[in-house]
């Protein structure tokens, strides 16, 4: 030991210390994190908002969300697991590794879009250049910016994750393979994925600006080029220590959340053939819902097992999802018979996918149909908030466009639903810089209409 100095210093090496960090385990990292924000306590909670679900365990954290008492301490560790959970490590794949690596550059882009979008969404205005920037920011206190700009820079991101997807292949000195765990390293796949979110972005305006927006939207699934759910982003989950978040949350608090009553009405009423796959079983071996304003029944039913089995995948950005943005668009376009074929391709597609067989004729008869003359809005949206079940795009929808139309609970604390989440109080105590609001019954800027 006293003759070999050096030897602790330059030949133990710890392999649970690397020296350095490495893009495979960057871009996994951040992609977990982005499934811990899509499939986690941000969706549970909009889903509330959106009457897809209810808080059903009385004194509990899904009481007060049942309950609209939402403050600036509720989602804390959700707004931390977006911008140091994910956006932090996209900065630094893009940073360290992006000059050399095209692809992991343009994944880690798509993925920041998804981050800072579903930020922006919940929270309007957010630091879009300096958040997640970390030591980089003088004090490490990001400046916010409004909406309406996040939204254009998240265009141009995604433009530019377009750019670095599409690089020749002898441009990477890596390749992204099972680090990926949404494509396995399939960059194509990657650029559709960035095409749909682009649309997804675009029709945020739908109300600002009708014509412009569906005008982007059409396009930009034009260039997308989604022929069915192949291309589909998913969030992957492997059971155990990995398994999926509906089902981990099941386990471990049983009955905070159920189905809402209106939504389970939806699908047995209409004898929809995803009603198995998207609801489990209730106490008594059937369907049924809780009512939104019912905080004590929670022998309704939970999310079923096409969502909620433990290896069971999760929905990102999906085909099904464009087909709804193309009929929308259409309509808004003045073109009803190509929003009618979009919808009607929509609802067959995601029936497909979820039952794996076809619909029957009677049901397509009732709710896939649809043509020129009689294709409404209304229609697309309703179907829509049916197909993306258990998905937070849900939540931007309904804000958005008003359908289906909801009822506040009535024994809530504030007079209305929640349309966005009060900036956290770390920021409000710690940033100068941070745009605050705490009203959660000021409408988001996209939503003002």
Not at 84 to 108: Q, T
Not at 298 to 304: K, T
Not at 370 to 385: H, N, P, R
Request: one cysteine or more; aromatic letters at 10%.
């Amino acid at each position: 030991m006293v003759a070999c100095d050096s030897y602790l210093e330059d030949e133990i090496i710890s392999p649970n210390d690397p020296v350095e960090v490495t893009p495979q385990l960057l871009l996994t990292n951040v992609q977990v994190a982005t499934f811990a924000s899509y499939a986690g306590q941000l969706t549970r909670q909009s889903l509330v908002f959106a009457q897809q679900l209810s808080g059903t365990a009385a004194g509990s954290q899904s009481e007060e969300i049942a309950q609209y008492n939402i403050t600036e301490i509720s989602n804390e560790n959700e707004w931390e697991v977006i911008w140091a959970g994910a956006v932090v490590d996209c900065r630094n794949l893009i940073e360290d590794y992006g000059a050399e690596n095209p692809y992991y550059s343009g994944i880690a882009q798509v993925i920041m879009a998804l981050n800072i979008g579903l930020a922006t969404d919940l929270w309007g205005d957010v630091p879009f250049d300096q958040g997640g920037a970390g030591l980089d920011v003088p004090s490490l206190e990001p400046a916010f910016e409004e909406q309406e700009i996040v939204l254009e820079k998240l265009q141009v991101l995604l433009d530019q994750a377009i750019n670095d997807l599409s690089a020749p292949s002898e441009a990477n000195a890596f390749f992204p393979g099972t680090d990926d765990l949404i494509f396995g390293g399939n960059v194509q796949n990657w650029i559709t994925t960035a095409w749909i979110i682009k649309a997804r972005y675009a029709n945020r305006l739908s109300a600002i600006d009708p014509a412009g927006s569906a005008s982007e939207v059409l396009s930009h699934l034009s260039n997308a080029g989604a022929t069915g759910p192949a291309s589909d982003a998913l969030m992957q989950f492997f059971g155990g220590n990995a398994a999926n978040q509906w089902s981990q949350f099941e386990a471990s608090r049983q009955g905070y959340y159920r189905v809402s009553q209106s939504f389970v009405e939806l699908l047995v009423d209409n004898d929809d053939p995803r009603t198995p796959f998207f609801l489990a079983v209730d106490t008594d071996g059937g369907y049924s819902g809780t009512p939104f304003d019912n905080t004590s029944n929670a022998n309704s039913s939970y999310v079923g097992p096409y969502y909620s089995g433990p290896s069971q995948p999760v929905p990102l950005v999906t085909y099904v999802e464009s087909k709804f943005l193309e009929a929308e668009a259409q309509l808004r376009a003045g073109n009803p018979g190509l929003a009618a074929e979009a919808h009607n391709a929509a609802v067959i597609a995601s029936i497909e996918q979820v039952t794996g067989e076809s619909p029957t004729g009677e049901f397509v008869d009732t709710f896939a149909s649809e043509d020129g003359s009689g294709i409404t809005l209304e229609k697309i949206m309703t179907q829509k908030y049916i197909a993306l079940f258990i998905q937070i795009e849900v939540y931007s929808d309904v804000r958005r466009t008003g359908i289906p139309e909801l009822t506040p609970n009535p024994n809530a604390l504030i007079a209305g639903i929640p349309l966005r989440l009060p900036t956290p109080q770390s920021e409000r105590l710690y940033n100068p810089n941070a745009i605050v609001v705490g009203n959660v019954l000021i409408p988001v800027w996209w939503d003002q209409n």
